[in-house]
C-alpha cells in the first residue's frame, strides 16, 4: 500500500468509523451466533498473495462486525464497561502512527514525561497524596501483580528474585471473599500459590471485616507463615463493595504487610469530591490501581498503578543489560522498570486526550449523570413487588433479582437466570450476573459512555416484558 493509497483508505476507513458511532446502538448489542460460526467462514489457510484492500474491509463488514459484541453500545450493562470516546479513539490512531516503542526516556522522551506529568494530575484530582506516583500498565491484573512481587521482594530484602524461594516460609495473602480472579492468578504467577490466598468473611454490605482479617493474620504469624499483602477492594467486581480502607490500613501498619488498593472500575468516582470518603486512611497503603478503560472515557488498554514508594517496584524489576543503558538513566524515569513488560506503548497520549478534551469538570458531569441514571433504576427496582435488591449501590452497580414467595433458592436461581438469558437474546440490551450469598442475581452497571434515559428506560421495559410469569414460576 503506498501512501496515497493510505491516505485514500484512511479517509474511508474514518468515515465508517464516524458512521459506526453515530449507529452503535442501531446493532444488537450481542450477536445471534453459534460457536464456530464465523470460523467456518474464514479461510483454513493464508494467502499466498496480496489481496485488494476492498476485498479486505467488505469482510470486515461482512464477517467479522456481524460476530462481535458492541461494548460501546448505550445498551451494554454487563460486566464493567470498557469505555471509549472520540478523543481517545484519535489518540489510539496517532499512537499506532507513530508507532513509538515507550520502554525508556531516550526511546521516546515525551511519551516517559507526558506519562509522568499526565498521572500526576489524576493523582491530585483524585485526592491521592500529593508524594504519591503513578505508571501506566495494560490492566489492573498486570498492576496488581506488580505490586504484590514488589511486596515479595521488599519483605524478603529482594532475595526471591536472585535466589528463589528456598529458605522462606510460606507466604500469606489476604482479601475478601469477593476478591477479584487476577488475584488468585497472581499468586500462582508470583510462586505463592492459590491456596495461599485467605479470603476474609464480608459484612452485611459484602465489605471485608477488618476484626477477622487481624485474626487471620495473627494466626498465621502463630503457625510460622509471613503476611505478605492485603488486598483492599474500592469496589468489588461482584457488587462494587467498598472495603474499610483506613482499618485495613491500620493493620498493615501495624503487621508491617503490604496494603494494595483495587479500586479498578470504582476508582473514577475519586474525581468527584463527594465520593472521596472511600479512599479515607489511603495514604496508610501502599499502592492503589484504577482503570480509565473502565469508566472514564478512555480505550482499553489503560490501568494507573500509583505507589506510595516506587522505588520498591524499580527495585523488584529494574534489569538493565548493556544495550539498554544510557547516560541518562540516573535522571530519568525509565517505566520498563516500573513492571513487567520491557516494550511499552504510548498509553499517555489517550489519557492526555481525554483528560484536556472533557476537563475535570466534563469527566465529573459525565459520572454525575450516570449515577444519577442509576438511582432512577433503583427506584424503578424498588417499586417493584417481585423485585429486589440484594446489595447497597454505591455507585452504578445494581445487583437484583426476581422473588416470589414460596419458592426455594435454587428454583428463584433458575427463573433469574432464565430471565436474564430471554433479555439478552434479544440483542436489544446486555447483562451479566453475579452470586451473592449463593443466590444469582443480575447485575445492571449504568455506566457506557453515551448512555441516556431513553436506554435504561427501554432496558426496564424489555426487563418486565421478559420477567417471569406468575402462572410459570410454580413447580
Given at each position: 500500500m503506498d501512501?496515497?493509497?493510505f491516505?485514500k483508505?484512511?479517509h474511508e476507513?474514518?468515515?465508517?468509523?464516524?458512521?459506526?458511532l453515530?449507529n452503535?446502538?442501531?446493532y444488537?448489542v450481542?450477536?445471534k451466533?453459534?460457536?464456530?460460526e464465523i470460523?467456518?467462514?474464514?479461510?483454513s489457510?493464508?494467502?499466498?498473495?496480496?489481496?485488494?484492500f476492498d476485498?479486505?474491509?467488505a469482510?470486515?463488514?461482512?464477517v467479522?462486525?456481524?460476530?462481535?459484541?458492541?461494548?460501546?453500545h448505550?445498551s451494554?450493562?454487563?460486566y464493567f464497561?470498557a469505555?471509549?470516546?472520540?478523543?481517545?479513539?484519535?489518540?489510539?490512531?496517532l499512537?499506532?502512527?507513530l508507532g513509538a516503542?515507550?520502554?525508556?526516556w531516550l526511546?521516546?522522551?515525551?511519551?516517559?514525561?507526558l506519562?509522568?506529568?499526565?498521572?500526576?494530575w489524576?493523582?491530585d484530582?483524585?485526592?491521592i497524596?500529593?508524594?504519591w506516583?503513578?505508571?501506566?500498565h495494560?490492566?489492573?491484573?498486570?498492576?496488581?501483580?506488580?505490586?504484590i512481587?514488589?511486596a515479595r521482594e521488599?519483605v524478603t530484602g529482594y532475595?526471591?528474585?536472585q535466589?528463589g524461594?528456598?529458605?522462606?516460609?510460606?507466604f500469606?495473602v489476604?482479601?475478601?471473599?469477593?476478591?477479584h480472579?487476577s488475584?488468585d492468578k497472581?499468586?500462582?504467577?508470583?510462586?505463592?500459590g492459590?491456596?495461599?490466598?485467605?479470603?476474609?468473611?464480608?459484612?452485611d454490605?459484602y465489605?471485608?471485616?477488618p476484626?477477622?482479617?487481624?485474626?487471620?493474620i495473627q494466626?498465621?504469624?502463630?503457625?510460622?507463615y509471613i503476611?505478605?499483602c492485603v488486598?483492599?477492594?474500592l469496589g468489588?467486581?461482584?457488587s462494587t463493595a467498598?472495603?474499610p480502607?483506613?482499618?485495613?490500613?491500620?493493620?498493615c501498619q501495624?503487621?508491617?504487610i503490604?496494603?494494595?488498593?483495587?479500586?479498578?472500575?470504582a476508582?473514577?468516582a475519586?474525581?468527584l469530591?463527594?465520593?472521596?470518603?472511600?479512599?479515607?486512611?489511603?495514604?496508610k497503603a501502599?499502592?492503589y490501581v484504577?482503570?480509565?478503560h473502565?469508566w472514564m472515557?478512555?480505550?482499553?488498554?489503560c490501568?494507573?498503578?500509583f505507589?506510595?514508594?516506587?522505588q520498591?517496584l524499580?527495585k523488584?524489576?529494574s534489569?538493565?543489560?548493556e544495550y539498554l543503558?544510557?547516560?541518562?538513566?540516573?535522571?530519568?524515569?525509565?517505566y520498563?522498570d516500573?513492571?513487567?513488560?520491557l516494550g511499552r506503548r504510548?498509553?499517555?497520549l489517550?489519557l492526555?486526550f481525554v483528560?484536556?478534551?472533557?476537563?475535570?469538570n466534563?469527566l465529573r458531569?459525565?459520572?454525575?449523570?450516570h449515577?444519577?441514571?442509576t438511582?432512577?433504576?433503583?427506584e424503578?427496582?424498588?417499586?417493584?413487588?417481585?423485585?429486589?435488591?440484594?446489595?447497597?449501590v454505591p455507585?452504578?452497580?445494581?445487583?437484583?433479582?426476581?422473588?416470589?414467595?414460596?419458592?426455594?433458592?435454587?428454583k428463584l436461581?433458575?427463573?433469574?437466570?432464565k430471565?436474564?438469558?430471554e433479555?439478552n437474546q434479544?440483542?436489544?440490551?446486555?447483562?451479566t450476573?453475579?452470586?451473592l450469598?449463593?443466590?444469582?442475581?443480575?447485575?445492571w452497571?449504568?455506566?457506557?459512555t453515551?448512555v441516556?434515559?431513553t436506554h435504561?428506560?427501554?432496558?426496564?421495559?424489555?426487563?418486565?416484558?421478559k420477567?417471569?410469569?406468575?402462572?410459570?414460576?410454580q413447580?
Amino acid at each position: 500500500m503506498d501512501k496515497e493509497e493510505f491516505r485514500k483508505r484512511a479517509h474511508e476507513m474514518v468515515d465508517w468509523m464516524a458512521d459506526y458511532l453515530e449507529n452503535k446502538e442501531k446493532y444488537p448489542v450481542t450477536p445471534k451466533i453459534e460457536p464456530g460460526e464465523i470460523l467456518k467462514q474464514l479461510p483454513s489457510s493464508a494467502p499466498e498473495e496480496g489481496e485488494d484492500f476492498d476485498r479486505i474491509f467488505a469482510d470486515f463488514k461482512d464477517v467479522i462486525l456481524p460476530g462481535m459484541t458492541h461494548w460501546q453500545h448505550p445498551s451494554f450493562f454487563g460486566y464493567f464497561p470498557a469505555n471509549n470516546s472520540e478523543p481517545s479513539i484519535l489518540a489510539e490512531l496517532l499512537m499506532s502512527t507513530l508507532g513509538a516503542q515507550c520502554m525508556s526516556w531516550l526511546t521516546s522522551p515525551a511519551a516517559t514525561e507526558l506519562e509522568e506529568r499526565v498521572l500526576d494530575w489524576l493523582r491530585d484530582a483524585k485526592g491521592i497524596c500529593s508524594t504519591w506516583k503513578g505508571v501506566i500498565h495494560d490492566t489492573a491484573s498486570t498492576a496488581t501483580l506488580s505490586a504484590i512481587l514488589a511486596a515479595r521482594e521488599r519483605v524478603t530484602g529482594y532475595r526471591i528474585n536472585q535466589s528463589g524461594f528456598e529458605g522462606f516460609a510460606k507466604f500469606r495473602v489476604y482479601s475478601s471473599e469477593h476478591v477479584h480472579s487476577s488475584i488468585d492468578k497472581a499468586l500462582r504467577i508470583a510462586g505463592i500459590g492459590q491456596f495461599n490466598l485467605i479470603r476474609i468473611r464480608v459484612d452485611d454490605n459484602y465489605a471485608l471485616i477488618p476484626e477477622l482479617l487481624e485474626k487471620a493474620i495473627q494466626a498465621d504469624v502463630e503457625k510460622g507463615y509471613i503476611p505478605l499483602c492485603v488486598v483492599s477492594a474500592l469496589g468489588t467486581t461482584s457488587s462494587t463493595a467498598i472495603d474499610p480502607i483506613d482499618k485495613i490500613g491500620d493493620i498493615c501498619q501495624k503487621y508491617s504487610i503490604w496494603h494494595h488498593i483495587d479500586a479498578a472500575f470504582a476508582g473514577t468516582a475519586l474525581l468527584l469530591p463527594e465520593f472521596r470518603w472511600m479512599n479515607e486512611g489511603h495514604e496508610k497503603a501502599d499502592s492503589y490501581v484504577f482503570n480509565p478503560h473502565k469508566w472514564m472515557f478512555t480505550n482499553f488498554d489503560c490501568s494507573v498503578l500509583f505507589l506510595k514508594e516506587p522505588q520498591h517496584l524499580i527495585k523488584t524489576f529494574s534489569l538493565t543489560p548493556e544495550y539498554l543503558r544510557t547516560q541518562l538513566d540516573e535522571q530519568v524515569n525509565n517505566y520498563r522498570d516500573w513492571g513487567i513488560q520491557l516494550g511499552r506503548r504510548f498509553r499517555a497520549l489517550k489519557l492526555w486526550f481525554v483528560i484536556r478534551h472533557y476537563g475535570l469538570n466534563g469527566l465529573r458531569k459525565k459520572l454525575r449523570h450516570h449515577l444519577k441514571l442509576t438511582k432512577k433504576a433503583v427506584e424503578w427496582i424498588e417499586r417493584h413487588p417481585n423485585l429486589e435488591i440484594l446489595a447497597p449501590v454505591p455507585l452504578n452497580t445494581i445487583c437484583f433479582r426476581f422473588v416470589e414467595t414460596g419458592l426455594s433458592t435454587e428454583k428463584l436461581n433458575q427463573l433469574n437466570e432464565k430471565w436474564m438469558a430471554e433479555v439478552n437474546q434479544t440483542g436489544l440490551a446486555f447483562f451479566t450476573h453475579t452470586k451473592l450469598d449463593g443466590k444469582f442475581v443480575i447485575r445492571w452497571v449504568i455506566g457506557q459512555t453515551d448512555v441516556e434515559e431513553t436506554h435504561i428506560k427501554n432496558a426496564w421495559e424489555l426487563l418486565l416484558e421478559k420477567m417471569p410469569k406468575k402462572e410459570n414460576v410454580q413447580g
